[in-house]
């Protein structure tokens, strides 16, 4: 019996399967974070582009003859930021949403730049990559972008 257990002691075959184990874990928890937080600057990449849309929106609405004052509907920079965010918004499984947008129009100068700031939620969906880069599954995202205002001075009649 005794060296029935001693040859079982000095066996080493099938030793990787618990080196494997004992690897695997950490590195299934690094690349499915480097995954997750990939997937997060893409996102946050696309939500600057959609807050310079919505800005550029937001200026070229304004009125040139009355600089302050935005032309139309209130909401076409909000569709504008989500245009561009594109399938990122898209239904049933978006990555980002309940988009807002504010607007600052120039106050002192009518010619002064204008500041849009855009908010969004950002869902994060990596498996195991969520929970170790996200907490409760969500990042709130914001992004301010001020551009000049581009109308013209128009001299007054």
């Given amino acids: 019996m005794k060296t029935i257990l001693r040859n079982f002691s000095r066996d080493t075959r099938g030793a990787t399967l618990p080196e494997f184990a004992v690897v695997i ?9 480097l995954a997750q ?8 990449l696309m939500f600057r582009h959609a807050a310079h849309a919505a800005a550029r929106m937001a200026i070229v609405g304004a009125s ?3 600089p302050g004052t935005f032309v139309g509907d209130e909401d076409e920079p909000r569709k504008a930021a989500l245009e561009a965010l594109g ?3 898209e239904i049933p499984n978006p990555r980002i949403d309940d988009v807002q947008t504010h ?5 002192a100068d009518q010619y002064g ?3 849009l700031k855009l908010t969004g939620t950002f869902h994060c969906v990596v498996p195991l990559g ?5 907490k409760h599954g969500v990042v709130q995202m914001t992004s301010e ?11 007054q009649e």
């Fill in 145 to 155: 972008i001020t551009l000049p205002h581009q109308g013209a001075r128009y001299a």
């Fill in 64 to 66: 040139p003859m009355q």
């Fill in 87 to 89: 399938y990122w918004t």
């Fill in 25 to 33: 874990l950490p590195l299934c928890c690094v690349f499915f974070g």
């Fill in 37 to 44: 937080i990939a997937h997060l600057f893409v996102g946050h």
């Fill in 103 to 107: 607007i600052t129009y120039p106050q």
């Fill in 113 to 115: 730049p204008v500041t």
């Fill in 130 to 134: 969520a929970t170790l880069v996200c």
